[in-house]
């Protein structure tokens, strides 16, 4: 996917994968991860997701990456906090209340950046890039998490190959990981209504595989 298509997306408002809520996968499945209280939780392609204070109010601090400054700009704003803003090599950087928002390109982050990271939460972010773009994103995953990291993963299935979002079947997710991290399949909600007729929602664990520890 281009950056312009997201930033459009962005300037013109058309954000229907935003929650006006926390997802309920996050709520219910986080505490599997059994992850201490003040650990580093990387959000990838977080966008303005409400579920960034969810974590924080959870005793996490929350490190997010998102390509659309607008998008970081928004989420302090519209949760009432002004936010310290700093330039780093790879873009500007917004802190506020242990939220730090990176507005860069997923793809330039490097193992530093995600020093201290301890797990990662992923809704909307594989499922958003087309397949040659899901290999990279999962390898950055693979090379440059810290050891011991784990993974809480929500996909979508479903039986078409356009996108975003795009349908990642358990067997891709397999494909992508598990060169080091086990998967494990935690739950999958099949989804009503118009929009959501004939999917299926699904959550995975990822932990260190133990050859790779
Ligand atoms: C489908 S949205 C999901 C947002 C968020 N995870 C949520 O649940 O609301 C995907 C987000 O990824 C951002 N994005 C796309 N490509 C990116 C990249 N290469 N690096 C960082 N963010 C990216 C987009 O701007 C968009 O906000």
Redesign the pocket.
Known sequence: ?EHDF?HQ??EQGRIG???GDINPYLKEHWSELALDKGSKVLVP???K?L?MLWLQEQGYAVLG????EA?CRAFFAENMRVPELTQQDIGPVFSSDNITLLA????TLEAAHLADVAAVYD???LI?LPKTMRKDYAQLLIDRLPLGCQLLLVTLEFDADAG??FSVPQREVEALFSGRFMVERLAEVALGGERGAGRVEVVYRLTEARSAI
């Open positions: 996917m997201w997306r962005w994968f935003h929650q392609l977080c966008g997701s579920d990456c998102e390509l659309s998008a860069a390109d997923i793809f809704r909307a972010a958003a975003p979002p």
